[in-house]
């Protein structure tokens, strides 16, 4: 989500500039390994009030900046595809937007709706934040088109390519998982 913030900051996405410069705090403090450290022992201070012992040891040895930095590089290419897909959508409906906004967008909009914790996956909140920010960003050119109904219609898209994913690959792993058990079941031969 750092990423795609820092993309919407260079992208141009229409944010107001307090909001821009919380964003980019957030987004640098985010991708700093101490900042991992900080939140790691404020974690540990709540933990022990609920005595969680395993969980205490791992957060306890820290966090390793090459491991840190690493994760961070897989994350960029975890968010990368999910900003193109609601761009290839957009652009499928005859809109103009440059694919820093689309990415940016995505990013935040997913950030949005995790942190309203009634709905589940962000239902709601996220489209509506997509929608939100994509809408001054986006121009259509389609005949009988309005830039609204553009940017409504490749949120609920998004939403449902990503539930279809999500279901997908739940149904791949739960096959695999099977398959895997009836090999460790089978006699060596």
């Avoid at 989500?1 to 985010?30: R, Y």
């Amino acid at each position: 989500a750092a990423v795609g913030s820092l993309l919407g900051l260079v992208s141009g996405l229409p944010l107001p500039s307090w909001l821009l410069l919380l964003i980019l705090a957030a987004a640098v403090a985010g991708m700093l390994p101490w900042a991992a450290q900080l939140g790691a022992a404020a974690l540990v201070r709540l933990l022990r009030t609920r005595r969680v012992p395993a969980v205490l040891s791992v957060l306890s040895g820290g966090v390793c900046a090459r491991a840190w930095w690493a994760a961070h590089a897989w994350m960029a290419v975890t968010w990368l595809p999910y900003g193109l897909s609601l761009w290839l959508l957009l652009t499928g409906f005859d809109a103009q937007v440059r694919l820093g906004p689309a990415l940016a967008t995505f990013a935040l909009a997913w950030v949005g709706g995790f942190l309203v914790l009634i709905a589940p996956a962000g239902v709601g909140p996220r489209d509506a934040i997509m929608a939100a920010l994509l809408l001054p960003a986006v121009s259509v050119t389609g005949d009988g088109l309005t830039a609204s109904s553009v940017v409504l219609a490749s949120a609920v898209a998004s939403r449902l390519t990503t539930t279809v994913g999500d279901v997908v690959m739940a149904l791949g792993s739960l096959a695999v998982r099977r398959a895997m058990r009836r090999g460790e079941s089978a006699p060596a031969g």
